[in-house]
């Protein structure tokens, strides 16, 4: 099982970026893909999160900012990130949940300068 992300980087704020994370190697039916950030001294969080049927929900603090999507044939799911802020510097990590159990993706750096 693989989860390739890409798409971090560094950006002011203000910025935008796109984080991009394919699943393959999954054979139990995707029920959710989604990203979780964990900033530095901070416990991982949810950022956004949607199911097969395309239902979302987002952290409080994204709203109206990011945009979660996916694309169920190439089992990619993407987060685009506008008007990033400062507070949003962290590891972004992709997660797969499947009935049995749930994947993680290998995280992705996210650097938003003030």
């Known amino acids: 099982v693989q989860l390739q992300a890409s798409g971090g980087g560094l950006v002011q704020a203000g910025g935008s970026l796109r984080l991009s994370c394919a699943a393959s190697?999954?054979?139990?039916?995707?029920?959710?893909m989604g990203w979780y950030r964990q900033a530095p001294g901070e416990q991982r969080e949810l950022v956004a999160r949607?199911?097969?049927?395309?239902?979302?929900n987002y952290a409080d603090s994204v709203k109206g900012r990011f945009t979660i999507s996916r694309d169920n044939a190439k089992k990619t799911v993407y987060l685009q990130m506008d008007s990033l802020k400062p507070e949003d510097t962290a590891v972004y990590y992709c997660?797969?949940?499947?009935?049995?159990?749930?994947?993680w993706g290998q995280g992705t750096l996210v650097t938003v300068s003030s």
């Open positions: 949607v199911t097969t049927g395309g239902n979302t």
């Open positions: 190697g999954i054979i139990f039916t995707i029920n959710a």
């Open positions: 997660n797969v949940q499947t009935l049995p159990r749930g994947y």
